[in-house]
């Protein structure tokens, strides 16, 4: 699988956007970029993936560079609710293969 | 609630008993998923199961580490001889089989080895 790179943390205003870097650098063609979260003491939850184009949904954008070596995940308008660690994953298997990470704290 | 759900959600346990944990996924995924979770660490794969296959075991997965999906529906995750380096989240996962990494995670079982 392709390694993925996060910052370890990251502090977030409440009502601001959140922009979440991830590198992955040895991206292969048909490796999709896969976001998860994991809220304290729960399972990961799904958050939204790409393969070339940026993508959209309720939850989050996704930004693909155009050479796919990195993408950003953003929050919109973060809430308390969004503290977290995200995952960025690439996947071209059947496994996820999680890193460390990145730590959101959205602060009042 | 994601819809896939286990027991017992923790258990603690002395060192060298056995312990089984049961994970029920979403009923029409074909696919289930182990993973386990150390403090401060993102989840890692265990193994899965296609229907009552199991296709793959990470070599994190030792002899004491057993796992089964009798008719395809619920699994169960075994551990024999626990030991304290056992102590972990045990994530269970299910998904449909369309190769996509989207899965739907239970929320867990805190194992403590004492």
């Known amino acids: 699988d392709a390694k993925t790179t996060q910052p370890p943390s990251m502090d977030c205003a409440e009502g601001r956007a959140a922009n979440l870097p991830c590198n992955h650098s040895?991206?292969?063609?048909?490796?999709?970029v896969y976001w998860y979260r994991q809220i304290h003491s729960q399972g990961p939850q799904y958050i939204i993936h790409?393969?070339?184009n940026n993508e959209t949904n309720e939850m989050a954008s996704l930004i693909i560079t155009e050479d796919r070596k990195s993408s950003t995940l953003i929050l919109p308008h973060a809430t308390l609710r969004d503290t977290a660690v995200y995952y960025c994953?690439?996947?071209?298997?059947?496994?996820?293969?999680f890193g460390a990470g990145t730590t959101v704290t959205v602060r009042a | 609630d994601t819809g896939v759900s286990q027991d017992p959600r923790h258990k603690i346990t002395k060192r060298g008993q056995n312990v089984t944990f049961r994970c029920d996924p979403i009923?029409?995924?074909?696919?289930l998923y182990w993973y386990r979770q150390t403090l401060g660490q993102g989840p890692e794969f265990l193994t899965y199961?296609?229907?009552?296959?199991?296709?793959?075991k990470s070599r994190l997965l030792s002899d004491r580490f057993s796992a089964e999906r009798p008719k395809g529906s619920f699994s169960t995750l075994e551990i024999q001889r626990t030991e304290q380096g056992d102590s972990a989240m045990y994530l269970c996962?299910?998904?449909?089989?369309?190769?996509?990494?989207?899965?739907?995670f239970g929320p867990g079982t805190r194992l403590t080895v004492l």
């Open positions: 009923s029409e995924h074909n696919r």
């Open positions: 790409g393969l070339k």
């Open positions: 994953i690439v996947f071209n298997d059947y496994k996820l293969s």
């Open positions: 199961f296609q229907n009552e296959a199991q296709l793959e």
């Open positions: 040895t991206i292969s063609g048909n490796e999709y």
């Open positions: 996962a299910s998904s449909l089989a369309t190769g996509s990494a989207l899965q739907f």
